[in-house]
């Protein structure tokens, strides 16, 4: 088995589903958005599965909406941070 193969976070799926929903995969930089996953998946507890279909059908509605919003403000918070960092850079 390969971990990095077999398994992974549900997070990171929801996370570019919202970054897509942003349109920011058409604004910003590769750099910007890596940045921005990792700070956005740092805010929040993984949830690893081994297969899409698990969640799809084992994931409470209540459960996958609560999820959505925790992205939604970890992917703003992180857009805030980067921000400003990238104003800082800019005003030194």
Same mark, same amino acid.
């Given at each position: 088995m390969k971990? %990095? %193969?077999d398994i992974h976070n549900y997070?990171?799926?929801l996370?570019?589903?919202h970054?897509?929903?942003l349109g920011l995969d058409k604004s910003k930089s590769d750099d910007y958005l890596a940045d921005l996953c990792c700070?956005?998946?740092n805010q929040i507890p993984p949830r690893y599965i081994r297969f899409e279909v698990d969640m799809a059908f084992y994931l409470p509605q209540s459960e996958k !909406? !609560?999820?959505e919003m925790n992205v939604e403000y970890a992917v703003e918070k992180?857009?805030?941070y980067l921000d !400003?960092?990238?104003n800082k850079k800019r005003e030194a």
């Open positions: 971990l %990095d %193969d997070y990171e799926h996370v570019l589903e970054i897509k929903k700070l956005t998946l !909406q !609560q999820m992180a857009i805030k !400003q960092a990238e």
